[in-house]
C-alpha cells in the first residue's frame, strides 16, 4: 500500500534536542506609525493575476515594498513554513519572523526555530498564551481537555492560539502565511493576496498555488532548517498531544485532532474561512 507523498517525504534531519525553557519576547513596534492603504479591488485582482504566474518570492517583494517593517510573517515552523521564511530572507535578510508558542509545542519544533534563529540570524518574535486564562481553563476542564469533544478543544485553540495570534497581528498592516490550497477545506479559495476580514489587515499567502513536492523541492534544494517530525510521517504538524502521524493513504491533514470524525472541522481559529477581498 502507497504512502501518501506528504507522509513519507523522508530526509535526514538533526537529533532530537531537549525543550528550550527560555522564552523569546518580540521587539515592541507599537510606536510605528506607518498605516496601509486600502488596495482597489480591480488593482487587487491584477495583482493577484501577476502572482498566480510568478514565483513566490515576487509576492514577498510586493509585501515588503508595501508594507515595509509591517509586514511579517507568522510561521508554524512547518515545512512551508521554513520554506518560505527562507524565501523571503532572500527579499529581505530583516523580514520579521513570528510564532505563537502554545506551550504544548513538540520538542522537535522547538528545535528547528532554535535552528531557524541560528541560520538567519533572526530574532523569532514568540507570543504566548496569557498565563491566567491558561490556569482558569485548566482548572476547570483539565489539562486534556480538548480530547472531550469539540468545544473544548475550540476553546483550548482560542486561549493559546487564537488570542495570541490577535495580540500578535494587532500592530501590523499585512501578515505573511504558508498556506496552500492543496491543503483542503476552505484553503482551496486562497488567494495570493487577499483582505482578512476577521483581523482587518491583508493576509499573503506566497505559496497558495504550490504543490507538497514543490515545496519539499525548495526545502531541499536549499538545505533549509525543518522539522524532524516531517521525516516520521507528520505532513501536518501543530501541537504536541494534537498531533499524530499520518497512515498510508490518509489526508495530509488526517493527524490533527485525529479523534474528531468532521474532516472539513480540523482547522484551529487561525484560518478558519476564506478571506473576503477588499
Keep these: ?140 476542564n483539565g489539562y486534556n481537555l480538548f480530547y472531550r469533544g469539540v468545544a473544548n478543544r475550540k476553546l483550548c485553540c482560542g486561549v493559546r492560539k487564537v488570542e495570541p495570534l490577535r495580540r500578535a497581528l494587532s500592530g501590523l498592516d499585512a501578515w505573511v502565511t504558508g498556506l496552500r490550497r492543496d491543503q483542503g477545506m476552505d484553503r482551496g479559495r486562497t488567494g495570493i493576496v487577499e483582505w482578512d476580514e476577521g483581523n482587518q489587515l491583508y493576509k499573503i499567502n506566497p505559496l497558495a498555488n504550490w504543490s507538497f513536492d514543490q515545496v519539499r523541492k525548495y526545502v531541499d534544494d536549499n538545505s533549509v532548517p525543518y522539522n524532524a517530525l516531517h521525516d516520521q510521517g507528520y505532513p501536518s504538524i501543530g501541537c504536541d498531544p494534537c498531533t499524530r502521524a ?16 468532521d474532516p472539513n472541522a480540523k482547522e484551529c481559529g487561525l484560518h478558519t474561512v476564506a478571506s473576503a477581498r477588499r
Aim: proline share 6%.
Design 1 to 140: 500500500e502507497k504512502q501518501s507523498t506528504e507522509a513519507k517525504a523522508l530526509r535526514t534531519c538533526p537529533t532530537r534536542m531537549r525543550r528550550r525553557q527560555d522564552t523569546i519576547q518580540p521587539e515592541d513596534h507599537s510606536q510605528m506609525t506607518l498605516t496601509a492603504t486600502r488596495i482597489p479591488e480591480p488593482e487587487l485582482e491584477q495583482v493577484n493575476a501577476k502572482f498566480e504566474s510568478a514565483h513566490p518570492r515576487e509576492a514577498l517583494a510586493w509585501a515588503d515594498k508595501h508594507f515595509g517593517a509591517r509586514v511579517a510573517q507568522m510561521s508554524s515552523f512547518g515545512l512551508e513554513d521554513v520554506a518560505l521564511y527562507d524565501m523571503y530572507w532572500r527579499v529581505n535578510p530583516k523580514a520579521r519572523l513570528m510564532t505563537l508558542d502554545t506551550w504544548r509545542l513538540p520538542t522537535e519544533t522547538y528545535t528547528v526555530i532554535d535552528q531557524t534563529k541560528l541560520r538567519y540570524k533572526v530574532n523569532v518574535e514568540a507570543f504566548q498564551p496569557d498565563a491566567q486564562a491558561v490556569t482558569s481553563m485548566v482548572n476547570d
Design 246 to 261: 499520518v497512515k498510508p493513504g490518509e489526508d495530509l491533514r488526517a493527524g490533527r485532532w485525529w479523534w474528531e470524525t
